[in-house]
């Protein structure tokens, strides 16, 4: 069964750091590029980050978390990380991870060809 699973959310305060996780079970994630996205209670989801499949072409930020958040992956363990630093309350979302296609650079993260979705894990900056 094809599965991604996101972990590492948590309740933090403002200026620190959690590293999410996306687990890829049923197939070989590093086949596919990985973008992490992230959906605020009453606001559209946001395109948070992007990483190829391999080297396909470059990782890709949002402007609102370049410089503090950073993507990569760890192909022995099949998984995707999302490292995220200098947190702001602004950052608080569910925080999903999808994988499809190989590259990344889309115009808009809208246009990611997402073939599987995680179901999410809650990440809450509050002091």
Known sequence: QVRLVESGGDLVQPGGSLRLSCGGSGFSLELYAVAWFRQAPGKEREGVSCIPSRETSTTDYADSVKGRFTVSRDSAKNTVYLQMNNLSAADTAVYYCAAGGVFCG?????????????????????S
């Open 106 to 126: 889309w115009k808009s993260y809208d246009q990611f060809p997402a073939d599987h979705w995680g179901q999410g894990t809650q990440v809450t900056v509050t």
